[in-house]
């Protein structure tokens, strides 16, 4: 009865250490994503929203198509990535609901014609946070998006 006593509580223990280790690791990538967006706010060109938004308008598009909302379906092509560089996904052309899309997009496609190509750096709070689905994105992650509005429907 010692035995198993004193052996689940080191697996404890060993379950403890590691999770600590864990949330380190997060908490590493939380300040370099944190120290990466303070140094990029004031990048030439780039326009800040209320909640934080980084974006910078590469192309309009045109004048007189329609603006998606929060309720359109969009199609874009779009490339995803960390702020080391690391590419988490992207498409050359794909529908995608604004919807059930992170905060930062329904924030910022609505502001984009047909034909559109923005830059956009998303703080964490405005993609996954420290929730993602996505095994490729850490928790904290500032993410960046280039994206190109391909067209929309309601």
């Not at 379906?73 to 988490?88: E, H, I």
């Not at 050359?92 to 992170?102: C, H, K």
């Not at 996505?134 to 904290?140: L, W």
């Amino acid at each position: 009865m010692k035995r198993i006593s004193i052996g689940l509580l080191l697996s404890f223990i060993g379950l403890m250490i590691f999770s600590a280790c864990q949330e380190n690791v997060y908490m590493d990538w939380k300040v370099a994503n944190d120290q990466w967006y303070e140094k990029h706010k004031t990048d030439e060109g780039y326009t800040a929203t209320s909640t934080g938004i980084l974006y910078k308008v590469y192309s309009p598009g045109w004048d007189f198509s329609r603006q998606p909302n929060n309720g359109s379906d969009v199609r874009v092509s779009y490339t995803g990535s960390l702020v080391d560089g690391t590419t988490f996904d992207s498409s050359t052309d794909t529908w995608i609901s604004l919807s059930s899309a992170i905060e930062g997009w329904k924030e910022i496609i609505p502001k984009m014609r047909t034909g559109a190509r923005f830059k956009m750096y998303l703080p964490s709070k405005m993609g996954y946070d420290t929730i993602t689905s996505n095994t490729n994105i850490p928790p904290h992650s500032v993410l960046i998006f280039d994206v190109t509005l391909l067209g929309s429907s309601n």
